[in-house]
């Protein structure tokens, strides 16, 4: 039997995980929330936890987001091949950038 890749372990997954980690936590996206009154702008329904009647409150990027395309720029210009990286002591690195 052939063992079947775990998906959560590929770059593309721990990729979209990070981003969606750093979305949800931003700041920019709690603003955009306490700006609305934590409700739909365009039904007015209000946030709730209540047990019963949960309604929970999205922040939906207006000019759109091209996710694939950041994922795949991330992979291509972050996450090389090893054979593209060069290990430098930090006073050396900092040369590099300067």
Request: with cysteine; glycine share 6%; aromatic share 6%.
């Amino acid at each position: 039997m052939m063992a079947t890749k775990d998906p959560t372990t590929t770059p593309r997954y721990k990729v979209t995980s990070a981003i969606r980690r750093l979305w949800m936590g931003s700041r920019e996206r709690q603003t955009a929330l306490k700006l609305a009154g934590y409700r739909c702008e365009r039904c007015g329904i209000k946030r709730s936890a209540a047990k019963g009647s949960e309604v929970v409150i999205e922040v939906h990027h207006r000019n759109g987001i091209d996710w694939d395309g950041i994922i795949d720029l991330i992979i291509d210009r972050v996450l090389q091949r090893p054979e593209d990286y060069e290990c430098l002591c930090r006073e050396c690195h900092k040369q590099e950038h300067n």
